[in-house]
């Protein structure tokens, strides 16, 4: 007997990545709710053109939410251009890290910002602290993201759960234009997990979302499908004992 997913489809879910191509593809598909990207996926997309990149992405995702983060390391700096990247378009939103690299805070320039009309998404938060800082300094502002890495969580070996619900919570008690999100999904369950907690949106790699339309897929079929795909490579590696 298979056991139905316990996916309500509540989640929003966001397309993390920074290929053109499957960005615009993501864009079509109804599933997929908003995206994000980010220096690290930029590069190893070949992105060499910061500015240029993200107005061809713009100029063609127009409606649903997108993120582009920052990437300077002084605060002066982040907000020059925090400034100029909310200036693209009004379904942007900005990634702001917690910290700089050097370890310090970017409360203080995340509450200038986020009162000051720029739409925020506060991003690399591992720690319930951090969590609370950034709902304080986000609460009253403009609508913004709070997004909790739970797969970094998990490859450490801690169950990412119990701080995101704590999270959730404070999120819901700071204000309700807090969006949490579950940031560096590492499998499709993720999806499952985040939607059952009530979180307001996880971001997933096109491979996760696509698997999306495995969910309550019958297992029985599922277990045959992968012997004959077993089999299939098998024959066609030509293996012989």
């Not at 864009?27 to 995206?35: A, T």
Request: charged share 20%.
């Amino acid at each position: 007997m298979s056991t139905n997913s316990p996916f309500t489809g509540k989640v929003k879910i966001f397309s993390d990545g920074a290929d053109k191509k499957a960005m615009l593809e993501m864009n079509q598909n109804p599933l997929v709710k908003g995206l994000t990207t980010n220096p690290s996926l930029m590069k190893k997309s070949g992105v060499t053109q910061y500015e240029v990149f993200c107005k061809e992405i713009l100029s063609e995702i127009k409606i649903k939410p997108i993120s582009f983060e920052v990437f300077a390391d002084s605060f002066i700096e982040m907000k020059r251009q925090a400034l100029i990247i909310a200036s693209w378009g009004s379904n942007v939103y900005v990634k702001i890290p917690i910290t700089n690299s050097e370890g310090e805070s970017s409360l203080p320039l995340i509450k200038d910002l986020s009162h000051s009309g720029v739409k925020l998404n506060v991003t690399a938060v591992l720690t319930l602290d951090q969590s609370l800082g950034a709902c304080q300094a986000l609460k009253g502002g403009a609508p913004s993201i709070l997004s909790v890495f739970a797969g970094r969580i998990a490859d450490t070996g801690r169950d990412p759960l119990p701080l995101m619900q704590a999270s959730l919570e404070m999120c819901h008690s700071h204000d309700k234009n807090i969006e949490l999100l579950w940031a560096s999904s590492r499998e499709a369950f993720n999806i499952v997990q985040a939607d059952q907690m009530g979180c307001h949106i996880i971001t997933a790699t096109n491979d996760l979302i696509k698997k999306v339309s495995m969910f309550n897929k019958d297992l029985l079929q599922l277990s045959l499908e992968t012997v004959r795909m077993f089999k299939a490579d098998a024959e066609s590696a030509g293996y012989s004992l």
